[in-house]
Nanobody
Protein backbone atom coordinates (compact mmCIF):
# COMPACT_ATOMS: atom_id res chain seq x y z
CA UNK A 1 0.00 0.00 0.00
CA UNK A 2 1.37 3.39 -0.98
CA UNK A 3 0.05 6.84 -0.12
CA UNK A 4 1.05 9.64 -2.47
CA UNK A 5 0.59 13.14 -1.09
CA UNK A 6 0.80 16.22 -3.26
CA UNK A 7 -0.27 19.84 -3.47
CA UNK A 8 1.98 21.58 -0.99
CA UNK A 9 3.80 24.80 -1.70
CA UNK A 10 4.41 28.40 -0.73
CA UNK A 11 1.40 30.61 -0.23
CA UNK A 12 0.82 34.04 1.25
CA UNK A 13 -1.18 34.50 4.46
CA UNK A 14 -4.87 34.42 3.68
CA UNK A 15 -4.31 32.24 0.64
CA UNK A 16 -5.50 28.73 -0.17
CA UNK A 17 -4.03 25.38 -1.09
CA UNK A 18 -5.48 21.95 -1.80
CA UNK A 19 -3.63 18.83 -0.78
CA UNK A 20 -4.34 15.41 -2.24
CA UNK A 21 -3.53 11.95 -0.95
CA UNK A 22 -4.08 8.91 -3.13
CA UNK A 23 -3.85 5.33 -1.91
CA UNK A 24 -2.68 2.65 -4.28
CA UNK A 25 -1.65 -0.98 -4.17
CA UNK A 26 -3.44 -4.14 -3.15
CA UNK A 27 -5.94 -3.91 -0.32
CA UNK A 28 -9.52 -4.77 0.60
CA UNK A 29 -10.76 -1.53 2.12
CA UNK A 30 -9.81 1.73 3.81
CA UNK A 31 -11.67 2.53 7.00
CA UNK A 32 -10.24 5.96 7.70
CA UNK A 33 -8.03 8.58 6.08
CA UNK A 34 -6.75 11.84 7.37
CA UNK A 35 -4.04 14.43 7.65
CA UNK A 36 -1.47 15.27 10.30
CA UNK A 37 1.17 17.98 10.29
CA UNK A 38 4.50 18.57 11.91
CA UNK A 39 6.06 21.99 12.29
CA UNK A 40 9.79 22.41 13.00
CA UNK A 41 10.57 21.58 16.61
CA UNK A 42 7.03 20.37 17.33
CA UNK A 43 5.29 17.05 17.59
CA UNK A 44 3.13 15.71 14.80
CA UNK A 45 -0.46 16.74 15.37
CA UNK A 46 -3.83 15.81 13.97
CA UNK A 47 -5.28 18.17 11.39
CA UNK A 48 -8.37 16.19 10.40
CA UNK A 49 -9.49 12.59 10.16
CA UNK A 50 -12.40 11.07 8.29
CA UNK A 51 -13.76 7.62 9.06
CA UNK A 52 -15.52 5.40 6.54
CA UNK A 53 -18.98 6.61 7.55
CA UNK A 54 -17.99 10.17 6.71
CA UNK A 55 -17.66 11.57 10.22
CA UNK A 56 -14.79 14.02 10.53
CA UNK A 57 -12.71 15.27 13.42
CA UNK A 58 -10.94 18.60 12.93
CA UNK A 59 -8.32 20.19 15.12
CA UNK A 60 -9.70 23.34 16.74
CA UNK A 61 -7.00 25.41 15.06
CA UNK A 62 -8.30 24.60 11.56
CA UNK A 63 -12.06 24.42 12.08
CA UNK A 64 -13.88 26.67 9.65
CA UNK A 65 -10.79 27.07 7.46
CA UNK A 66 -9.93 23.56 6.32
CA UNK A 67 -12.26 21.04 4.71
CA UNK A 68 -11.64 17.36 4.08
CA UNK A 69 -13.33 15.45 1.31
CA UNK A 70 -12.95 11.89 0.18
CA UNK A 71 -13.39 10.14 -3.14
CA UNK A 72 -13.93 6.52 -2.19
CA UNK A 73 -13.88 5.33 -5.78
CA UNK A 74 -10.41 6.81 -6.25
CA UNK A 75 -9.21 6.04 -2.70
CA UNK A 76 -8.22 9.67 -2.44
CA UNK A 77 -8.71 12.37 0.16
CA UNK A 78 -8.43 16.08 -0.40
CA UNK A 79 -7.67 18.79 2.11
CA UNK A 80 -8.88 22.20 1.05
CA UNK A 81 -7.07 24.79 3.13
CA UNK A 82 -8.29 28.38 3.13
CA UNK A 83 -7.42 31.53 5.06
CA UNK A 84 -3.98 30.08 5.69
CA UNK A 85 -1.88 31.48 8.50
CA UNK A 86 1.89 31.43 9.09
CA UNK A 87 1.28 29.00 11.94
CA UNK A 88 -0.11 26.50 9.43
CA UNK A 89 3.42 26.12 8.08
CA UNK A 90 4.40 22.47 8.46
CA UNK A 91 5.01 19.23 6.66
CA UNK A 92 1.61 17.67 6.08
CA UNK A 93 1.29 13.90 6.19
CA UNK A 94 -1.68 11.83 5.12
CA UNK A 95 -2.48 8.49 6.62
CA UNK A 96 -4.89 5.65 5.98
CA UNK A 97 -6.18 2.81 8.10
CA UNK A 98 -6.12 -0.06 5.64
CA UNK A 99 -7.56 -3.56 5.72
CA UNK A 100 -5.58 -5.64 3.26
CA UNK A 101 -7.75 -8.76 3.50
CA UNK A 102 -11.36 -9.33 4.68
CA UNK A 103 -11.59 -10.20 8.34
CA UNK A 104 -8.01 -9.21 9.06
CA UNK A 105 -6.96 -6.33 11.31
CA UNK A 106 -6.28 -2.95 9.79
CA UNK A 107 -2.85 -1.35 9.60
CA UNK A 108 -1.92 2.32 9.51
CA UNK A 109 0.01 3.63 6.53
CA UNK A 110 1.61 7.06 6.07
CA UNK A 111 2.38 9.14 3.03
CA UNK A 112 5.72 10.83 2.46
CA UNK A 113 4.68 14.33 3.52
CA UNK A 114 4.27 17.55 1.59
CA UNK A 115 5.61 20.93 2.70
CA UNK A 116 3.21 23.80 3.22
CA UNK A 117 4.78 27.20 3.84
CA UNK A 118 2.66 30.24 4.61
CA UNK A 119 4.71 33.38 4.36
CA UNK A 120 4.66 36.82 2.82
Amino acid sequence: VQLQASGGGLVQPGGSLRLSCAASGSFFSISAMGWYRQAPGKQRELVVAMVSGGATNYADSVKGRFALSRDNAQNTVYLQMTRLKPEDTAVYYCNADVRKHPGRPTALYWGQGTQVTVSS
